[in-house]
């Protein structure tokens, strides 16, 4: 009986393979736990796509919850060091040292330069690979830039499949513009992935659903539901944001494809929710019409964050109708001169109104996502949050919750905001703790703030370069937390403060080697 607690978790349209009868066996691993893994849109597609080879087995990996347990395949229990190749999702920075504890506990050498035939080959892939990849170039073999769809059929059969060792595969997968293969060209110019009409993508129609209550740890983070991509990225370029930036042109599923995948898919899975994704959702002209059809055939929905100047009375009453209780936006900053600056087109005037028409509309809860610590943000704009937060309790008077969600600034490759240094920890925290005290007794307002620290530490991996490879490999080592880091790269000569305030560059980016067009 398998040791992973996520292994007896009963799933529908899971795939089992016998291995023997397989060419390429690949281990798609999430790097963190099976909950926040079964909610990626990008597990559940890769998964049914190499899947949809005969002569491929892929099977899922999670990071175990346990430290002593070595990780193991969902499917057929199989240690990663047995399997052919071991794929990695990068969707955040603090899961780079999860993906190290992952290879350490399964006895694979960290570093690809010490690793032979003899073990798997280690791939990588997702947002953080396309952004810059350049912080884990030590120890992942080779790195897929861009979207995987239009290139599948060439890296599967061409790359993978086309060759029996590890040393071959690294070779080949080299000669694609794509593919970054640091061991062999570190220096190589790399192209994204083509990107194409997403109408003609593959989907994933069959979804691994768990099977288990909304009382169970293990119940998903979306529910029971069937998940559907509308648009792939966003046009609006907000100066922070890096899906703006690396996935444009926003592209959109025309409303008859969506309508034909969620009723394939809705049967397959046997669920009723549908739960929309996108990160330019809410520019998508079609979303009520959307919105209707999953209702008028019989089917409920949950949309992500909605623009503030998008929330109107049609969708709040379509959301009612589907009995979403809450809904999302963003402001990002709590004063129109600040929201401005970071091109979120958005005004007071506009958010207050949603709030009103949420209200009025009949939804129970709101829920605000607020950014601190952005470039020249102010005591003013901090306090403007709060403001604006009394200004909403006031308006949506029907309203039982507001719940102001509060993140913290980190630059991102790629972004206007790329080369922009953090405010000092003391300077965050005295915010963190202004805008607690401002909202603690505003009526129905709940604030909820992330800790300051560990965007530091994101930040460093987000902009670094290889440089901080060696502290990474200790940070994992010692166990990854705040106080890890800092014994890491203090025995470096480093420091987090010396990385990301008073940033001064003076040399290219770590991550100019990628080419976006």
């Known amino acids: 009986m398998s040791k992973l607690v996520e292994a007896h978790i009963e799933e529908i349209n899971a795939i089992k393979k016998d291995l023997a009868q397989v060419d390429l066996k690949i281990a798609f691993c999430y790097p963190n736990n099976y909950r926040a893994g079964m909610a990626s849109l990008g597990l559940q597609l890769i998964y049914r796509l190499w899947n949809s080879y005969d002569r491929v087995a892929c099977e899922r990996t999670f990071l175990p919850l346990k430290k002593t347990v070595e990780p193991y395949t969902l499917e057929s229990d199989r240690p990663l060091r047995e399997m052919d190749v071991i794929a990695f999702t990068l969707q955040y920075e603090d899961d780079y040292t999860n993906v190290l504890d992952i290879l350490e506990r399964s006895n694979i050498p960290l570093e690809s330069s010490e690793r032979n035939n003899n073990h798997p ?10 952004s810059n990849p350049v912080p884990m170039s030590s120890f992942i073999d080779a790195f897929m830039i861009g979207d995987l769809e239009p290139i599948n059929e060439e890296f599967m059969t061409e790359g993978l499949l086309g060759n029996n060792t590890r040393l071959k595969r690294m070779e080949v997968l080299n000669e694609f513009e794509w593919m970054w293969v640091p061991e062999i060209e570190e220096d190589k110019s790399v192209k994204h992935a083509p990107k194409g009409n997403i109408d003609d993508y593959f989907y994933p129609i069959k979804q691994i659903i768990p099977q288990v209550e909304q009382e169970d740890p293990w119940y998903g983070v979306f529910g029971k539901s069937f998940m559907l991509e509308v648009v792939r990225g966003c046009n609006r370029g907000c100066s922070f944001c890096l899906t703006g930036r690396i996935n444009r042109p926003k592209r959109d599923r025309s409303l008859e494809k969506l309508t034909e995948i969620y009723r394939a898919g809705t049967r397959e899975c046997n669920v009723e929710k549908i739960t929309p994704i996108g990160s330019g959702i809410s520019d998508y002209r079609e979303l009520e019409n959307l919105c209707q059809n999953i209702l008028d055939d019989n089917l409920t929905f949950s949309l992500p964050s909605i623009r503030a100047d998008k929330i109107t009375d049609n969708l709040v009453k379509l959301l009612v109708k589907a009995k979403q209780r809450t809904i999302t936006t963003a402001p990002e900053a709590g004063t129109d001169k600040l929201r401005k600056q970071i091109c979120k087109g958005v005004s007071d005037e506009e958010i207050i109104q949603a709030i009103r028409t949420a209200s009025d509309g009949g939804l129970s809860r709101v829920k605000a996502y607020f950014i601190l610590g952005l470039p020249d943000e102010t005591v003013d704009d901090v306090e403007a949050i709060a403001t604006l937060a009394e200004e909403m309790s006031k308006v949506g008077k029907k309203l039982r919750k507001i719940r102001i969600s509060c993140g913290f600034f980190i630059p ?45 530490i994101q930040t460093i991996l987000s902009i670094s370069g290889k440089e901080i490879s060696k502290p990474l490999k200790l940070a994992a080592k010692l166990g990854g937390g705040l106080g890890d880091w800092r014994r890491a790269l203090s025995e470096y000569g480093m420091s987090i403060e010396g990385i990301v305030e008073n940033r001064v560059i003076d040399e290219k980016f770590p991550w100019e080697f990628i080419k976006l067009k």
């Open 121 to 130: 080959l280690v791939i990588a892939g997702g947002p953080c690979a396309q």
């Open 412 to 456: 991102k490759p790629w972004t206007g905001y790329q080369d922009k240094s953090l405010f000092s920890l003391k300077d965050l925290q005295a915010k963190s703790k202004l805008l607690k005290s401002k909202t603690r007794n505003i009526a129905k307002v709940d604030c909820e703030i992330t800790n300051p620290k560990m965007a530091r």
